[in-house]
């Protein structure tokens, strides 16, 4: 049996990579990636800590499922977004994306 240390070790790592991409990362797509690693990250905690602490009901289980869907939400609304402002301004940079300012 894998000691659940191994899997908070993994999440951080996957975490800490999903992180590292948001904050470096210039492009939008290579953002919403990075965000996609951190949900990842936070299902795994989930299920793992699940599983050891009381795998006799399914709330991790449910828990991980309403994450998933919402990376789902997500990733369409991203995705959406990241079009139509590239039809708009011609680039996914996000430095170069302020509509927002005055």
């Not at 690693?37 to 905690?45: S, V």
Request: hydrophobic share 65%.
């Amino acid at each position: 049996m894998i000691p659940l240390s191994w899997y908070l070790i993994l999440a951080a790592g996957l975490f800490s990579v999903g992180l590292y991409g948001v904050l470096s990362r210039k492009n939008a797509v290579g953002i919403l990636m990075g965000i996609e690693l951190m949900l990842n990250a936070a299902n795994i905690n989930l299920v793992a800590f699940w599983r050891y602490v009381d795998s006799d009901s399914i709330a991790g289980q449910a828990f991980a499922i309403i994450v998933f869907a919402v990376a789902a939400a997500e990733v369409a609304v991203g995705l959406a977004l990241v079009i139509s402002v590239y039809r708009l301004r011609k680039t996914v940079a996000a430095d170069e994306i302020d509509m927002l300012k005055w």
